[in-house]
């Protein structure tokens, strides 16, 4: 084994900002994909579209991953032992859980074969090409777990600077290909070439981040690419949301969309980042969008199934119906946390703590910073 590698330091603002990605997809689901606007007033119909954006919580959780996990893989690099403890750390963290829901899915939803073994091949985002309905959240699973197969044989093999050169190509190679999409009607961002520049795009802050660790930044740099991404993806969701699409445009504004998102998730990043510690960011340090941090994954993963167990057992909800609505809301969240916290303590951390007898050891120091990192 090679020596011991500098460890990480924790940002704990990046905790918050995946409790905030978890909260916005639960609030999507709960609150646009499930219903129909027309039925409500305009209390509900308010908070439908503001949930629409919650689907961005996804790309949040993309530009993160990316960030994380190449900064792990940038520390760890020097190691004998780097592809084998990467895979057994992707496979104790993600892998429990994830069979375990595939398992509830194959049990208790009908015709749900086709898209289990999809999953469990990790291909479920070209279910469409098969023909196959799919049900949850596993297409997101499957396109970071495509692109860090790669991924980490290109970390080990180039420098940070050559890094950052192959997260931008494949931040712009991504960028063109839905414009090529657009071009032709196609907007489906299932597939992992129209949607990994997120991924490439948390890898670009990870080598920056490196970087900021070895020399002294250059702050002024820093916050015009940082004001930059955020400036630049605020006026694309501005312009499209003044426009209405024909149904010929619909494909580039999604293309449009799409890419000013991951400039948005990747510049609030960096950000909080560049700031981190900082008085004024004490939301992104409260226990409470912590907490949600540390049960995101199971959220993630679990929440659309208690809603559509909630609404096959108590019926469709009522249109109009305020306590209903209030009731199903807050009812889901209530049995998403409890089964949170149950699969936390029962499934993910027991499995987590299996790293001690197949990871080479290292310093206790560094055990600590990545297991924190990666949860």
């Known amino acids: 084994m090679g020596t011991s590698p500098r460890p990480l330091p924790h940002i704990r603002e990046l905790d918050a900002v995946r409790g905030l990605a978890a909260l916005m997809v639960f609030f999507h689901h709960l609150c646009f994909t499930s219903i129909d606007p027309a039925a409500w007033g305009r209390g509900i119909n308010l908070l439908y579209n503001i949930s629409g954006w919650g689907a961005y ?7 993160l991953s990316g960030f994380l996990i190449t900064s792990l893989l940038i520390k760890d690099r020097v190691h004998t032992a780097y592809y084998r403890d990467f895979y057994w750390k992707r496979a104790l963290r993600i892998l429990p859980l994830y069979l375990l829901c595939l398992l509830g899915l194959l049990l208790f939803v009908r015709h749900s074969g086709s898209y289990v073994l999809l999953s469990a091949l990790f291909i479920s985002n070209f279910a469409w090409l098969f023909h196959v309905q799919a049900t949850g959240p596993f297409w997101t699973l499957a396109i970071e777990e495509q692109f860090y197969l ?4 290109v970390v080990r093999r180039r420098s940070v600077s050559e890094l950052r050169r192959w997260a931008v190509t494949i931040i712009l190679g991504c960028i063109l290909l839905r414009f090529i999409a657009a071009f032709f009607g196609h907007h489906n961002y299932f597939f992992t070439f129209f949607r990994c520049d997120g991924l490439a ?32 993806g605020t006026f694309i969701f501005v312009v499209t949301s003044l426009y209405s699409p024909s149904p010929d445009a619909n494909a580039l504004f999604a293309a449009l969309n799409q890419t000013a998102a991951a400039l948005l998730c990747a510049g609030a990043i960096a950000f909080l980042i560049a700031h981190s510690g900082k008085p004024w960011l004490g939301l992104f340090r409260s226990p409470l969008l912590i907490f949600f941090g540390l049960i995101s994954y199971a959220m993630y993963m679990t929440h659309i199934y208690i809603l559509l167990a909630y609404d096959h057992l108590r019926g469709p909800l009522l249109p109009g119906n305020l306590v209903s609505f209030a009731t199903r809301f807050f009812g889901v969240l209530a049995l998403t946390i409890l089964l949170c916290l ?5 499934i993910e951390l027991p499995a987590i703590s299996l790293r001690r007898f197949v990871l080479t050891k290292p310093t206790p120091k560094a055990e600590i910073e990545s297991t924190l990192l990666t949860q």
């Open 150 to 153: 790669l991924w980490p044989t």
């Open 57 to 63: 919580g996804v790309d949040l959780f993309f530009v």
């Open 201 to 232: 795009a948390g890898a670009l802050l990870a080598c920056w981040y490196e970087r900021r660790q070895t020399t002294p930044p250059n702050t002024l740099r820093e916050h015009i690419a940082i004001g930059a991404a955020i400036l630049t």
């Open 342 to 346: 149950l699969t936390r303590y029962l």
